[in-house]
Every structure is written in structure tokens, then in C-alpha cells.
């Protein structure tokens, strides 16, 4: 069990510590010199069961909240420290406030220096400690007397916390290890070490992590867990972890995260929720939109901004939904707690939860995006994965669903199918689309080649790039195509060459258009890849250039010819054996270009290359490939382009 001291400063917090472990929590020759704490201090003590106390020691200070709030992330149990002589003070109210908007419901009371004042004045202190804590997280906690000087009531205090710890439960280690750094700093012949407390998953040595949000690659060299070394550590531990890689020390700082490489998405920009404390002083100010604040998340401190979503401001004990705004990335995901103080770190305004990593750019405040907020409170994913799923009809994609909720692929998998999600996975692409959704998709598929149909009858049937716009605008190309497999497999849909349409519809080409097309035929069969344009067509035959046009237009509408450029036709056969050299070429050079499909078909040194840029251009229109500066990619694998077949 891990636990985190918090109260006024020279109250005993330091003090205490040593007497429960032995170990002194001051690290810093200053803090030692000054007989104050300044910074984070950890000591910990073995329990008869063999596992270990671990104590994270906060300084008091009203100016080092930022470095109490460091120390707050990822504790188990709270140890309020109030001195019997002086009672709640300042800092013992602030921590306290700090404690309920983080969530910490587990903690004990020590009153220490009982040894100064007289039974009445710390009976007094007491009954003013319950006063305090009534209404809050810790209400109700138990009080402890004592005096770590001369050590009357510490074994008490001891057993209670040794019995805690023997009643909490171990955390889950689900998801994915992330831990949050509180500390960096190098040891002869170790090299780079970070710690800090592992907020979820496993870690091993050997593994390989990142140091996020600068996405620093590494490996575990070897790790410390509660101070002693081990070979992995995970949710709830405090960690120390040596790490190898191309960085250095000063690369590496408070704030930063060491994740599985699954959980990198830096952000600077999350949707929340929050709580305004009770009891604002008098004349204060409430939360307000846009209001500049410091955001204390994990164990970083970060400048940014509130948005609010659901109102214009928020006072004493109220709540809201908002956008928080950060000035630098950091990482954080659903459920993570944090803190806002104001804009000089004088005062607590807000405590919150995040909800949601991955927010829209848009209709943020729309009433369907609040309602899927309010889902996100709950704690179970198939709350919102299911209001996802009945409000996302181009599927949702269940990689940042997974990532903003922290979930490994057995608990994603797990979750689809719990709630019957069709899930569609290409490479590391996974979008998931509820059993209605999809069979809605379909139906409008359909419905759009039906229209189109009866638009243009002769019209061999609509291109696959086409009929994706048609269909859903938004629907990944990846779910089209499955989408489009699936009804081709189950012969409700059909496809000629690269046209898609419904079984039962046929183009057709009328007899005199056949002939004539019969005549000029050969004079496109004669140069396939850079075949005569409609106007030496005309020149060639004496046949209307007129004429030619639009007998070529009919024909590309039944699927015999494309216009590749314009008044540029080519056979589909041409375009069939084009496509599989670009997909060569692809294969060959990682991609296709103007000067090497130019040589692909007309030699080293031929002409064409404007031909050629055109013929890529077309394959590009038509989502054969697409274009990444000079460069022409498939978009799907395949060694040759079986939807062009003649």
C-alpha cells in the first residue's frame, strides 16, 4: 500500500515518517539544513507478510502545493497530519480540499505533538479535526494521538496502517503500463533512472516503453518496486525503472509519462468533467469560461485554459462539463483526476475527471456530444461504446476507444463482443460498427445504386470510389470494401471491370453504336497505352469529331472505355494492363512515378511522360492509388487490378 502524507507545514509530516519507518524522507541537503520539506520524500518499511509500506512524504508549504500534488497521483491512502498545539491550519484545509476533488476516500488523522499540550487542548484539536473533515472524502476517518518524538501512540497508528494495507485490495493490473515520472536522475554504472507510481498494466525488465510525450524509445534495464529490486511491477507500485536508450538525463523530466507504446497519444486537449469546491471565500470569483489556469495532471503542471461546454461559469460546489486546454501536449486518459488552480497557483478553483482524450473539433457543445459525456461518467466502457456505436453510422474507431479508456486487445475484444460489435480490422485499423449500423449500410448501398440505375441506365454501374461517397461520405475505405466484399459474396451486388452495381441491371450499347464503334476500334487497338484522342479519331476516320465524342461517352458508360484524360479514351483492356504495371511498379520502388510507368510502356527514352502523368492521375481519381507528392500508391494490395479484368 502506498500512502501519501498531506497537512500544514511543521506539523511533523517528515517527523512521522521516520518514526513509522525508520527512514528519514528528506533527500535534499537544503531541506535538511532548513528542517523543512521542500520537495517529494519516500521512505518505506517491510510488513510481516513480506510485501512493504510505502510512504511518499509532501512538503507543506503554501507555495510547493505543485510539488504535493505530484506526490498525490497514484496513492492508495491518505495520512492527515494536524500538530495538537496549533489544529487545522491553512494547508491543512487546502490539502484536504486537494484529497476530496482527487477521489481519495481511504485515510487516517495523526495529531501529533500531544506530548506539548495538556489532554484538554488536544481532546480540542481533535473534536476540530472531525468539524473538518465532516462532508468530505475523509469523513469519519480515525484520529490518532501521538507524538513521533517520543514515540507514544505511533504502534497504533502503525497497526492501523498495517492492517489497511492488509485489508485493501490489490489493483488491477488491466490495461496497458503507464507510469507518471516524478523523478529522474543518473547512478554510476546504472544510467538513466526514472520513478514514479504505475498508474496501470505490467512492466518487466526488458520491456520495451516510451518516455511520452516526447515519444523517447527505451528499454527496462533493470527496476526497483517499493524500493527493492524486482523483475516487474505494476498498478499501485512505486517504481524505479533504469533505462536505456538514445537520450540523456536532461531529456527527461517531472511531468513526463513512461507508457507501453500502445498508450502514446500525446494530446494538448481533453473533455472533462469538474467540481467547484464548497466553501469558496467570500468575494472570490467563480470558475469561469476561459479562465487560465494551472492544470496539475499526473505528476505534471502544465498552463492552459477551461473551456466550459454546459454553462458560462460554475461557483462554490457546482459542476460542469468542460474543455481543458493545454499550453504544452501531456498524456492522460478516461478516469484520470487532476487539479486546477488559478493562473498564480494562489488557489484551488476546480478538481476533475477526464472523460474523454480524443474530443471533436466541432459541435462540441451540441446536446448529443453533452449526453455522450454524461455516458462517459460511467465507469463501464460498454456505456458509451454502445451510445457510440447507435450515433457513429461511419463506425467508430475502436483503437482511440481502446486508447482512451486504457483497454489491451483482450479486454477490447471482450467488450465487442459483449455488446455484438462487427468489427472490421485492417493492419492496426479496427472500427466497429453496431449489427443494425451495418445492416443499415448496406441497405443504403444498395439503395444508392438503385438510384443511380434508374439515373442512368446505361451506365455499366458506378465506380468503387464513387459509390463510397454515394453510400456515406464519411465510411472508412476500409469498411467499404468490406462492406462491398460482403455483398459481392453474397451475390447482392455485382461488378463488371471497375463498376459496381446491383445483380439484375444490365447496360446496354445499341447495335448501330457497336458497329460503328467496331470500325474505329482499331485505331485504339493499335496504340493501347497512348491511344488517338477523339479529334485524330476524327481526322483519321472522316467520322464527326462530334460523333466520335459522344459514341466514346456512351461506351465509358457501359464500361468498354475510360476517359483517362479528357477526350482521351482507353479500352479497358489497356487500363487493365496499365493498372497491373503501376502495381509492379509499386511493388518494384515502393511506389509508381511519371518517368518510370513512361518507360514501363513506351521504353527508356520514349516519349509520353505527359501521357503518363495523366494516366496516373486517372488512377488517382479513380482510388486505384493515391498521390504522395511525386509518388503514386496503392491503396490496396494486390498484384494486379482483378476489379479491371476484362
Known sequence: MLIGTAGHIDHGKTTLVKALTGVDADRLPEEKARGITLDLGYAYTPLPDGSVLGFVDVPGH???????????????????VVAADDGPMPQTREHLELIDLLGLTRGAVALTRCDMVEPARAE????????????????????????????????????????????????????????????????AGIGTVVTGTAHSGRIGAGEAVLVSPPGLKARVRSLHVQDRPAQAGQAGDRCALALTGDFEKKDIARGMWLVAPELHHPLTRFHAELRVPMGITEGQKPLEHLQAVHVHLGAADILGRVALLDCEKVGSGGAALAEIILDKPTLAVRGDRFILRDAGAQRTVAGGRVLDGFPPTRHKRAPERLALLAAMREDDPATTLALLLERSPAGVDLGRFAANWNLDDAALDALCARLGVRTI????ERIGFAVAGWDALRDRLREALAREHARAPDLAGVERERLRRMTLATLPRVAFDALVAELLAAGALAQSRAWLHLPTHRASVSQADRDLFMA???????????????????????TAEDTVRQLFKRLARAGELYPVAHDHYF?????????????????EHGAARAANLRDAIYGEGGGGRKVAIQILEFFDRIGYTRRVRDDHILRREAAAPDWMTT
Open 124 to 187: 480540542a484539536a481533535r473534536r476540530e479535526i472531525e468539524e473538518l473533515l465532516a462532508g468530505t472524502a475523509l469523513e469519519g476517518s480515525p484520529v490518532f494521538p501521538l507524538s513521533a518524538v517520543t514515540g507514544e501512540g505511533v504502534p497504533t497508528l502503525r497497526a492501523h496502517l498495517e492492517a489497511a494495507a492488509a485489508r485493501q485490495r490489490t489493483r488491477s493490473s488491466a490495461g496497458h503500463f503507464r507510469l507518471a515520472i516524478d523523478r529522474c536522475f543518473t547512478l
Open 520 to 542: 474505329l476500334k482499331p485505331l485504339l487497338d493499335a496504340a493501347p497505352c497512348n491511344p488517338p484522342r477523339v479529334r485524330d479519331v476524327f481526322k483519321a476516320t472522316g
Open 571 to 587: 479500352t479497358a483492356a489497356a487500363v487493365a494492363e496499365l493498372a497491373a504495371t503501376v502495381a509492379r511498379l509499386c511493388a
Open 62 to 80: 503554501e507555495k510547493l502545493i505543485h510539488n504535493m500534488l505530484a506526490g498525490a497521483t497514484g496513492i492508495d491512502f491518505v495520512l492527515l
Open 425 to 428: 480490422a485492417a493492419g492496426t
